[in-house]
């Protein structure tokens, strides 16, 4: 598949996922729900277009975006300064349907800096040097592309939703994970944080399993894709604050995938 059809499947499968979601409704616990995907859609399909070309060796898969991050840039684990700076990706960023007055939405003025994104991104400079390189096997996502904040602005991460609600929501990410896979043909699909592998685990197992992708199209080698996981670069992880990167690279070497 050339770059360009890769690039225009990997946005009909970003726009179908976010007007899925788009179409869910969820209590009261989640004040305010952000989908950059629709607001931050162009450098979020800036990004596919840098991004964009299969097969890929790698797939590391985030959770959902964090309030600094993707939710201001589009794009997965988005700290502002590694997307405009590095990936070189600075465009129009919208609004929400409703924002959390302590969450604003700023796009690129944001000056606020997400730790977990500035770790990935700074990690994939330092050994990659260009994006170029870095995009010639890698491709980064987030399973949920949903932001969910409580009353407080607090964030609420996919798995402390209700079961009611998180089910629905599951499964079309579930689906548009799969697609993914099966379009970019990953060696190795990598959840970044244990709950990334454990929906990876389950995408394999119910879309894979049999040998034979049940997503539509031409069946092809992704069915044999392989599994890991690395440690979450958040701050909150003492381990991840006592050298993320040197750890993170120690697990990929000894995977054998760098």
């Not at 059809?5 to 970003?14: D, E, F, G, N, P």
């Not at 381990?239 to 054998?256: F, P």
Request: glycine share 10%; charged share 20%.
């Amino acid at each position: 598949m050339t770059s360009r059809k890769t690039i225009t499947a990997l946005q009909r499968i970003s726009s179908g996922l976010a007007e899925s979601c788009n179409a869910l409704r969820f209590g009261t616990e989640a004040a305010a729900v952000y989908n950059p995907l629709q607001y931050a859609s162009r450098p979020h399909n800036r990004y596919l277009e840098l991004a964009g070309a299969a097969p890929k060796k790698v797939i590391f898969l985030g959770m959902n975006p964090g309030p600094w991050g993707m939710a201001q840039t589009g794009v997965p684990f988005g700290e502002v300064a590694a997307v405009r700076d590095w990936l070189g990706i600075e465009e129009d960023v919208g609004k929400p349907e409703r924002e959390h007055p302590r969450r604003p939405v700023e796009g690129f003025a944001c000056a606020r800096s997400e730790v977990s994104g500035r770790r990935l991104w700074g990690l994939f400079r330092d050994r990659f040097g260009t994006p170029a390189e870095f995009f010639r096997e890698h491709f980064v996502a987030n399973y949920c592309p949903l932001v969910f904040m409580g009353p407080s602005g607090a964030n609420i991460t996919p798995d402390k939703l209700p079961v009611e609600e998180a089910a629905p929501l599951f499964k079309i990410c579930d689906r548009a994970l799969a697609e993914l896979i099966k379009l970019l043909e990953p060696c190795w699909v990598i959840g970044v944080g244990g709950f990334a592998k454990k929906r990876i685990d389950k995408v394999r197992a119910e879309f894979f399993g049999g040998g034979n992708p049940r997503v539509s199209g031409p069946s092809h080698s992704s069915a044999a894709f392989s599994t890991a996981q690395i440690l979450h670069p958040s701050p909150a992880s003492p381990r991840a604050n006592a050298g993320w990167d040197r750890e993170v690279i120690k697990t990929l070497v000894e995977l054998g995938i760098w």
